[in-house]
């Protein structure tokens, strides 16, 4: 598609359940950003997949929290034994390989019951 | 240490100018990016600054003044749909993401 698709758009889910967050960025993006944001909080860096490097995973906040990427396109966000804490706002942001040009999708609406 | 402040609401009116300031502290510096986002919607890119002074792009103007770590955004004859928040970012040097600020929500009235 044109933009970044991310999926779902809201997911309700009880605490210390596992959930998955998908991001698809635009075709031909070689960088791929997470972020997270929070209510009064500013967006929160969690994971950078640049081509075929190693993931900067210094903005991931426990070890609950995953990413990967597949083939260099597709990223999932999986968050293990939520807490009510995870709950926010999940945005995923594709690059042609900078942090300039940043496009980003319209997030996944996280709520921990 | 790493910080950024911008004023978390503003009020203005319709037809007016309101300036969004936004003061930084970062390991290394780049430039200072600004974004919109409307309430539920993605955040989109408005400007780009890297060297000091005033940027303008139509109803939109940035400035950047590296040595003082300061910016603003000054949004020129408002209209109702500039309602949104705008969001101060750092690229800072070395650094694969950018650092963002809490975001200025500006409410534009009749």
């Known amino acids: 598609g044109a933009g970044v698709s991310q999926s779902p758009s809201n997911k309700v889910t009880e605490k210390g359940k596992d959930v998955e967050l998908r991001c698809d960025p635009i075709?031909?993006?070689?960088?791929l950003y997470w972020y997270r944001q929070s209510l009064g909080q500013g967006l929160e860096f969690l994971i950078y997949?640049?081509?075929?490097?190693?993931?900067?995973k210094s903005g991931l906040p426990s070890d609950r929290f995953s990413a990967e990427r597949t083939g260099g396109s597709v990223s999932t966000l999986t968050i293990q034994r939520t807490q009510q804490e995870d709950s926010a706002v999940y945005l995923c942001?594709?690059?042609?390989?900078?942090?300039?040009?940043?496009?980003f999708g319209s997030g996944t609406r996280l709520t921990v019951v | 240490g790493q910080n950024i402040d911008q004023p978390t609401e503003m009020t203005a009116t319709e037809g007016a100018i309101v300036q969004i300031n936004c003061t930084y502290q970062?390991?290394?510096?780049?430039?200072l990016f600004w974004y919109q986002q409307h309430a539920g919607e993605a955040p989109t890119f408005l400007s780009y600054?890297?060297?000091?002074g005033l940027e303008e792009k139509g109803r939109f103007s940035s400035f950047l003044s590296r040595s003082k770590g300061y910016s603003y955004l000054l949004l020129k004859e408002l209209q109702m749909k500039d309602s949104a928040s705008y969001l101060c970012a750092a690229d800072q040097t070395g650094a694969n993401n950018l650092f963002f600020g809490t975001g200025t929500r500006l409410t534009v009235i009749p």
């Open positions: 970062t390991s290394g510096f780049n430039g």
């Open positions: 075709s031909g993006h070689t960088a």
């Open positions: 942001a594709s690059s042609s390989g900078s942090n300039y040009g940043y496009t």
């Open positions: 600054n890297v060297l000091d």
């Open positions: 997949f640049q081509g075929n490097s190693a993931p900067d």
